[in-house]
Structures are given as structure tokens and as C-alpha cells.
């Protein structure tokens, strides 16, 4: 066995106890954490939350403060970036216009003194791993935007670095390219078996590509998880409000059963209830969190559903695929209600002003304290 055989969680990147300062202010926290072997991890955060200082400080181009980075065991503090076996691909490409496909993926190993067959079996590798054989004589004025992206990460693995380090790597290609190119950097990952950080300002692109996702604020990593779970078992409101859509519903909670609670939400309501892990103590301000899709939308008051409550139409927006629903319940509260359109949508869809029932069940939502 290769130690990169072994589907265990080896660190390959340790943060202890790190904390970045650039004068009195402070990027990064006493952040620690542990990015592992092979692994895709995705950095998510408003602007300024410290990702981009992460990765310099990765990459070597940033000095640790206090605390230390190892990368496969060692300490990186006094390891300049050209001696680390991490590199780093720009959202700008920074390819050189001048020179070949060929000879811009080949120019970091040239630097490297390598053997001339050693250097063109390489180049080849990464042009066949990227599918841009077809293009090698090419100048990048000569390629589409899609394939200069290939170029620079070629480029960037050619030097089989252990860890690769993607600052919003896809941000120059639109939409549907974008979503196309995301697989392959999935595939060309799994294949090199190479460690990648990804930063990027999409929160789908982040959880399509990522085996874990780091979801930081003001210099601090939150919640760490697989996008499934921090989609569905948000730690934070702040995490659930900051991937995807989703319905907060404030109230006071009170014990309902073995793992269960009641959270009033609104006098002379009904209140609404959930299932959780979470241990609340009886009166304390909770907040339910609900994503629009787990919400159900009928026309007559469903039987069998525990949380349910009537509401008013008063927005719709139609995605093609699925319609958003805003249905005002009682209390000044709208929700968010999400249905698949599986048909075709017909005269039994809803409309405006139509009074309908929301409902979802006991563990559709997530209990949060804050
Ligand atoms: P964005 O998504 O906008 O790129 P980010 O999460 O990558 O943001 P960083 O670039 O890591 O954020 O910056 C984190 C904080 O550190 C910001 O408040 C920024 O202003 C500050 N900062 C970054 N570099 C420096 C520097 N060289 N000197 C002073 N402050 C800095």
C-alpha cells in the first residue's frame, strides 16, 4: 500500500492554534484544524472572513503570527513557498501569452532542471490528464477560456505538488461552462490523488466539488463538515442562512417527549414541533430552521403531518424546475415554500392570493440556540 491508498483521515495539512495579524487587527483567530490526504476542502465566507489569508499563509506567501502550520508532518514556518510542495493556481491564470500550451505547462519543470524525457513525459501526462492534447502548439489567445483554464491547472500539477491551492479557479468561465468544468476538477483531483483547497464565492460550486466544507466568519472556521451535512445539520443560523435558502422561525422552547421539543412561536398559535440531539432548557429562546424544499404546500389541511399552519400566498417565483412559493402565516411571518415541478404545471398549480397549507414533518428542520 501507498500511504495515499489508505481511504483513512490522514492530515496532510495540521492548523494549530494559528492566529494571523497584519498590525492590530487580527485575520485568522487561533484557528485550528486538520485538512486531510486527498482530500477536496472548500473554504466558504463573506468577503474578509480571513480564506484568502488561509491560503497565503498555505502557499508561504504570509507569516504565521503564532501558532504553527505542518504540511505532511513538518513545520512550514521556515520553508519558503518555492520549497514547499504546495502551489497555487490564480482566478487570473497568469499564463504567459508568448509561449505554448506545451510550453507553459513546461516551464515550471524546466526551472526545475529536469531531464529533457523525463520533462516531455510529464508535459504529455498533464496535457492527456486534461484533455488539451489536441491544443499543445497552441498560444493561450489561440484557446477558449474553458481550455486556458485547463492550462493553468495542468500547469499547477505538472510539479506534482501535495497540495494545490484554487483561488476562485473557475470565476472567469460563465454559468454553464463553469458547472461542466467543476466535474472535471473532481475527476483530474481523484486521479492525481492531489490534496486541493478551494476558494470560491459559490456556495453550490463549493458543495458540488468539495468532500468537506469549511464555513468560516471573521476569522474563525465554524463549522467544518460535508456539504449534506452542513446543509442539513447546520451548527449555527449563521451557517444555515449562509448556505442556501432557508426559513428561521424564532420561539420559546419547552420539552414534548423523549428527544423532542415544542417552540411557541407565536401567542395563541399552535406551536410547531422538532426533534433534536441538541439539549434546550425548558423556556429558552430556539429558532427552527427549515429549508423551503422540505416544506409541503397543499390545499386542504393535511392529516397526518405534525406541523401545519395556513397561510396567504403573496409571492411566487417559477425556476423552471421547481416554483418558490411566499406564503404570509399569521404572526407577520413569511415563509419560503419550495415545490418540485415534476409535471407540467397546470391549473391545480397555486396562485397569487390563494390560501394554502404549509406543513413539514417533526425532523424536516434543524433546532438552533443561536
Ligand atoms: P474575499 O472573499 O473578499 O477575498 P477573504 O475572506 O479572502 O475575502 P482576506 O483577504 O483573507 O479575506 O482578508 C481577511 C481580512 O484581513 C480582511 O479584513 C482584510 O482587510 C485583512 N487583510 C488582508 N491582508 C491584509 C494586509 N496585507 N494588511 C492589512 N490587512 C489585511
Known amino acids: 500500500f501507498a500511504p495515499w491508498e489508505d481511504p483513512g483521515e490522514k492530515p496532510l495539512i495540521q492548523f494549530k492554534n494559528v492566529t494571523k495579524r497584519f498590525g492590530s487587527f487580527t485575520a485568522i483567530d487561533n484557528l485550528t484544524q486538520d485538512i486531510y490526504e486527498r482530500e477536496f476542502f472548500a473554504l466558504l465566507g463573506p468577503s474578509g472572513c480571513g480564506k484568502t489569508t488561509m491560503m497565503r499563509m498555505l502557499a ?3 507569516e504565521v ?51 529533457k524525457s523525463e520533462l516531455d513525459a510529464r ?13 499543445a502548439r497552441r498560444k493561450p489567445h489561440q484557446i477558449s477560456g ?23 479557479p473557475l470565476g472567469a468561465l460563465d454559468k454553464k461552462l463553469r458547472q461542466d468544468t467543476q466535474f472535471e476538477l473532481m475527476d483530474i483531483q481523484e486521479k492525481t490523488g492531489t490534496t486541493f483547497v478551494i476558494v470560491t464565492h459559490d456556495q453550490e460550486e463549493s458543495m458540488t466539488v468539495a468532500s468537506r466544507v469549511a464555513v468560516m466568519d471573521e476569522g474563525q472556521i465554524i463549522q467544518v463538515a460535508t456539504p449534506d451535512k452542513i446543509y442539513e445539520e447546520p451548527a449555527s443560523l449563521y451557517v444555515a442562512d449562509f448556505i442556501g435558502d432557508v426559513n ?39 429558532y427552527i430552521a427549515i429549508r423551503p424544499e422540505k416544506i409541503a404546500v397543499s390545499q386542504d389541511k393535511p392529516d397526518s403531518a ?24 399569521p404572526g407577520g411571518l413569511t415563509i419560503k415554500a419550495q415545490t418540485a415541478n415534476t409535471r407540467r404545471l397546470s391549473r391545480r398549480s397555486f396562485t397569487w392570493e390563494d390560501e394554502v397549507w404549509l406543513s413539514w414533518t417533526l425532523t424536516a428542520g434543524s433546532v438552533l440556540e443561536r
Do not use: C
Not at 487570473?92 to 515550471?108: D, K
Not at 508535459?123 to 491544443?135: A, G
Not at 493553468?152 to 505538488?161: K, N, Q, T
Open 60 to 62: 508561504g506567501f504570509e
Open 65 to 115: 503570527t503564532e501558532g504553527q502550520i505542518l504540511l505532511a508532518g513538518q513545520d512550514m514556518a521556515r520553508v519558503p513557498p518555492n520549497e514547499r510542495a504546495v502551489n497555487m493556481m490564480f482566478q487570473s491564470y497568469a499564463l504567459f501569452p508568448h509561449l505554448s500550451v506545451w510550453e507553459n505547462i513546461a516551464f515550471g519543470l524546466k526551472r526545475k532542471k529536469m531531464p
Open 123 to 135: 508535459v504529455d501526462e498533464m496535457l492527456r490528464l486534461t484533455r488539451l492534447e489536441r491544443f
Open 146 to 168: 474553458g481550455q486556458r483554464q485547463r492550462v493553468a491547472l495542468a500547469r499547477s500539477l505538472a510539479r506534482a505538488p501535495k497540495l494545490l491551492l484554487l483561488d476562485e
Open 248 to 286: 428561521i422561525i424564532e420561539g420559546i422552547a419547552t420539552k414534548s417527549g423523549e428527544d423532542g421539543y415544542k417552540i411557541n412561536w407565536s401567542e395563541g398559535k399552535e406551536p410547531f414541533q422538532a426533534k433534536t440531539p441538541r439539549t434546550l432548557s425548558e423556556g429558552q429562546k430556539a
Open 306 to 329: 405534525l406541523n401545519s399552519i395556513k397561510g396567504k400566498i403573496v409571492d411566487i417565483a417559477y425556476l423552471g424546475n421547481m416554483s418558490t412559493y411566499h406564503v404570509e402565516i
